[in-house]
C-alpha cells in the first residue's frame, strides 16, 4: 500500500513545515510592504484579552502604592507633630516655673501698691512645712535688715511669721504650725480670737465666746492685736464649728496656698496701719 504523501509520516511533516513557512512568508510579502499600522493593529488586537485581564492588577498595584505612600508620608507628619509636641512641652515644663514666679510678681508688686507699708519681698527657697514642727527657708536675713516677729503674707493671705534670723536667711514659722499663733477676728460679728495652726492648710480660732454666732464660709482676717499683722488682712475662711465648754471652736482653711508659695512681703515690725476689712454681707458668705 502506498503511503499518503501528507500524512503524519516524516515526508509528511517535512511537506507541513515547508508549507508553514511558505504561507508565513506570504503573509510577509503581503502585509510587510503596507503601512506599520496594519501590523501594530494585529498586535493590539492580540494582545486586547492580556491587556484587559491585567488592567484591573496594574491599578491594584498602582492603588497600593499610593496608599503605601500616603501612609509613610501621614506617618512622618506624625511623628514630627510628636516630636515637635514633646518639645513643646519640655519647653513648657521649663518655663512653668518662671512664669509662676514672674506671675508672683507681678501680684506681689500689685499688692505693695495696695498696702501702704515699706515692705520687703522675699523668695521661698525651702518649703519643709510636712516635717514636724517644719516651715520654710526665705534668702532674706540680717543682712536685709529682718529681725524675728516680722509678718509674712501673699496676694492670697496671710502665710505667717519670721521665727528665727541669721546673717542671709530666715526660718519662717507658717499659719499652720502646731506652735503657730495668731491673732484673728470674724468678718461678721468682728469677734476676736487667735487662730492656732492643726496640720497642713488648717487652724482653728480659740477664745472666742460660745454665744458667737459663726457661719460656714465666713472670711477671718487678722485684728491687729498681736502687733505681728496691722488688722485687716486676709487669714482665711471658717469650714466649722462647734462648743467646746464656754468657749467656740471655730475650724479656718487658710487662704494662702502655703505648698506652692515661692514670693512673699515681710511686714515691717509692729506696723501701724489698719487695713479696711469689707463690710458684712447679708445671707450666705461665699468663701
Known amino acids: 500500500m502506498r503511503p ?33 499600522t496594519r501590523w501594530q493593529a494585529l498586535l493590539g ?22 496608599h503605601t505612600r500616603n501612609l ?12 515637635r509636641l514633646e518639645s513643646l512641652q519640655m ?55 529682718l529681725v524675728r516677729d516680722q509678718g509674712v503674707f501673699c496676694p492670697e493671705g496671710v502665710v505667717g511669721r519670721i521665727w528665727e534670723v541669721s546673717q542671709r536667711e530666715s526660718s519662717l514659722l507658717p499659719l499652720d504650725a502646731y506652735n503657730s499663733s495668731t491673732a484673728v477676728m470674724l468678718a461678721q460679728s468682728r469677734a476676736t480670737g487667735v487662730l492656732q495652726g492643726v496640720g497642713p492648710g488648717r487652724a482653728e480660732i480659740r477664745y472666742i465666746g460660745s454665744q458667737e454666732v459663726v457661719q460656714v464660709g465666713e472670711p477671718v482676717y487678722t485684728s491687729g492685736l498681736d502687733r505681728v499683722f496691722p488688722r485687716g488682712l486676709l487669714v482665711g475662711y471658717v469650714v466649722g464649728s462647734r462648743p467646746e465648754g464656754p468657749e467656740l471652736q471655730v475650724d479656718v482653711a487658710l487662704a494662702a496656698p502655703l505648698n506652692r508659695v515661692h514670693q512673699v512681703l515681710i511686714l515691717p515690725t509692729q506696723p501701724r496701719i489698719d487695713l479696711p476689712v469689707p463690710a458684712p454681707r447679708e445671707g450666705k458668705v461665699k468663701p
Open 72 to 83: 509613610e508620608r501621614a506617618q512622618y507628619e506624625l511623628a514630627m507633630v510628636r516630636q
Open 91 to 145: 519647653e513648657n515644663a521649663r518655663q512653668a516655673p518662671r512664669l509662676q514666679e514672674a506671675d508672683e510678681a507681678i501680684r506681689i508688686l500689685g499688692l505693695k501698691k495696695q498696702v501702704p507699708l515699706e515692705m520687703k519681698a522675699a523668695r521661698v527657697m525651702v518649703n519643709v512645712r510636712t516635717a514636724p514642727f517644719g516651715g520654710m527657708i526665705l534668702d532674706q536675713g540680717l543682712d536685709a535688715g
Open 45 to 66: 488586537t492580540l494582545s486586547w484579552p492580556v491587556q484587559k485581564l491585567s488592567a484591573p492588577l496594574l491599578r491594584s498595584r498602582a492603588n497600593r502604592a499610593e
Open 4 to 36: 499518503r504523501p501528507w500524512g503524519w509520516t516524516p515526508a509528511g511533516r517535512r511537506r507541513y513545515a515547508i508549507l508553514a513557512l511558505w504561507l508565513g512568508h506570504l503573509g510577509w510579502v503581503v502585509l510587510g510592504h503596507g503601512h506599520s
